[in-house]
């Protein structure tokens, strides 16, 4: 497989354990918000999604957290697998303009699980 | 399997040189956006296309360009080729153009860009 993205933060986690990932966003008029996991070797695959009028979202293991205030997403992932080792990207839904808009990633962190 | 095809998977070429990187959107997209993806920059957006038409700009280089044909396919054109143009770069669709309405983009596995 390729490793992208060397220079990633890392979260090493046991499997079993949760793991929390955090992501800072920039622009604090974005109104969207989405979590996307890339295996190695493939393209980024959504996980789940939150918008801005929401503080908290659930999904099958994975939780999603957005902070407004701060500026602050997190993605939470219960009973950590080894298949959820990738890397993850927040992204935000940026309008830089009316009726345009553009999905924007942040660097992504890696997740190694553990057996 | 996202249902969006890349072709081609692995290209290598000089500097200097210009590269046609092209993408099948899903059935039924009508949406095509290119991201470029680097070791040091992460993913980056660079283009969108709506059933033909640009829609948003990224930070696209002028030696890039793209387009989207009638049959909703899209090529990414590289041309001057420079060692700091290698780098993945990723073809997404979607349904429709507006990102927060629609949700989900659908990448494809990536073409791997090497230039020399």
């Known amino acids: 497989g390729e490793n992208v993205g060397l220079h990633l933060p890392t979260l090493s986690v046991q499997e079993g354990d949760n793991s929390i990932i955090n992501c800072a966003y920039s622009?604090?008029?974005?109104?969207?918000f989405i979590w996307y996991k890339q295996e190695s070797g493939k393209g980024p695959q959504f996980i789940i999604d939150i918008r801005s009028n929401m503080d908290k979202r659930q999904g099958q293991r994975v939780t999603v957290l957005l902070n407004k205030t701060v500026k602050h997403l997190s993605l939470q992932i219960a009973a950590t697998q080894p298949g959820d080792s990738a890397v993850y990207f927040c992204a935000e839904n940026i309008s830089p303009f009316r009726g345009s808009e553009k999905l924007v990633f942040g660097k992504g962190t890696k997740l190694t699980v553990n057996p | 399997d996202s249902g969006v095809t890349q072709t081609p998977k692995h290209l290598i070429t000089a500097t200097g040189q210009r590269v046609t990187l092209r993408c099948s959107p899903r059935s039924g997209d009508l949406s095509v956006y290119w991201y470029q993806q680097s070791l040091d920059q992460g993913l980056q957006f660079l283009i969108q296309y709506y059933n033909g038409e640009e829609r948003a700009k990224g930070n696209i280089l002028e030696r890039f360009s793209a387009q989207q044909f009638p049959d909703l396919h899209s090529e990414l054109n590289l041309s001057s080729l420079e060692l700091g143009d290698s780098a993945l770069y990723f073809c997404?669709?979607?349904?429709?153009?507006?990102?927060?309405?629609?949700?989900?983009?659908?990448f494809g596995e990536g073409s791997r860009l090497t230039v020399l």
């Open positions: 997404a669709s979607s349904v429709g153009y507006r990102v927060g309405n629609t949700g989900e983009l659908f």
């Open positions: 622009n604090s008029a974005s109104d969207y």
